[in-house]
């Protein structure tokens, strides 16, 4: 396994936005932004706040140009929306949220038709349509991601070749503009160590130069041994969600667990001299703050067990 471990990594806060979007009960407005307002104090420097979506197929989400116009901002954050087609662009175009420009593609392509309702080909059609609207508002393209790129519950593992051609087509679309960060989404937790290694291994062959990020879910439990593999690979940028929240509504599986939860992988990197430049401690307060606002258990370890680094400073004052 190759070791290449960075000095400092890039978190991205999915919490507020894929997290909420997942929950069976619609979030009030109030609680989402006190929510973001809170994660912007631990130090982290991105955060998915809303989706632009079809309210009918997610109603968590119906009310995404009100939380983003209210947000007070801390300065350094970026406070970014997602959206899936160029009709969710221009609301966000339209909205308080910092634009990054993403564009996306399934490597299943059942998985795309029950997300996207849109096959492989539909989705490349409507990237272009995405291109078209990014070089209009003058917003540069920074992220690609291929979902499902390690497996789907639809059509079971997905093979590295799959995810070269998906990566191949992202990249040919976006020709001419600096090369973006790409994301490997296991979207709906089929990632084992072995298998980031190898697809990792397989990209880099491939594409020395890029920067890869990872969106990990930790539905088998096997996430954070994910990330712990894709550090040890040189992954720079890794997507995360405080406590734990969130899931998938198009996964075809009711137990799809939520993203790598951030105090997690914040201990994991502080453990191995991987600056992140968050306050652990004041995620896991976040964390608190997201079990009280879903009303249920989250399933982060760190978050109930507390960070080593404070077990540490309680033993030192104890002796």
């Not at 997942?22 to 932004?33: D, F, L, Y």
């Not at 667990?257 to 105090?263: L, V, W």
Request: aromatic content about 6%; charged content about 20%.
């Amino acid at each position: 396994m190759a070791n290449d471990m960075p000095a400092r990594i890039q978190v991205h806060e999915e919490g507020p936005r894929e997290g909420f979007q997942s929950e069976a009960v619609i979030v009030p407005t109030a609680q989402k932004i006190r929510f973001i307002e809170a994660l912007a104090e631990t130090g982290i420097g991105e955060i998915d706040c809303v989706s632009f979506v079809n309210p009918k197929r997610v109603p968590q989400m119906a009310d995404a140009e009100e939380v983003a116009a209210a947000i007070r901002r801390r300065p350094g954050v970026r406070y970014l929306g997602v959206w899936m087609n160029a009709q969710g662009f221009r609301r966000a175009r339209q909205s308080a949220v910092d634009l990054c420009g993403t564009l996306f593609v399934s490597a299943s392509e059942q998985f795309a038709i029950h997300n996207n309702e849109q096959n492989r080909s539909g989705m490349q059609d409507e990237q272009r349509l995405l291109l078209e609207q990014y070089r209009q508002a003058g917003v540069a393209v920074e992220r690609l991601y291929v979902f499902t790129a390690f497996g789907c519950n639809y059509a079971g593992e997905i093979a590295p070749s799959i995810v070269v051609n998906a990566v191949a087509d992202l990249l040919a679309l976006c020709h001419g503009q600096p090369e973006p960060v790409v994301y490997l989404a296991d979207t709906v937790g089929w990632a084992s160590p072995t298998s980031v290694e190898r697809l990792l291994g397989t990209l880099r062959q491939r594409w020395p130069q890029l920067e890869f990020g990872l969106h990990l879910h930790d539905t088998r439990g096997l996430g954070i041994a994910n990330a712990a593999t894709g550090l040890r690979m040189g992954v720079t940028h890794f997507d995360a969600s405080c406590g734990g929240l969130g899931g998938c509504p198009f996964a075809g599986n009711k137990a799809a667990a939520g993203n790598i939860a951030t105090e997690e992988l914040v201990q994991l990197c502080e453990e191995a001299g991987i600056a992140t430049g968050i306050d652990l401690d004041a995620m896991i307060e976040c964390a608190a703050l997201a079990e009280s606002i879903v009303g249920h258990p989250l399933l982060s370890k760190v978050a109930k067990g507390g960070s080593l680094s404070s077990r540490r400073r309680r033993t030192l004052h104890a002796d």
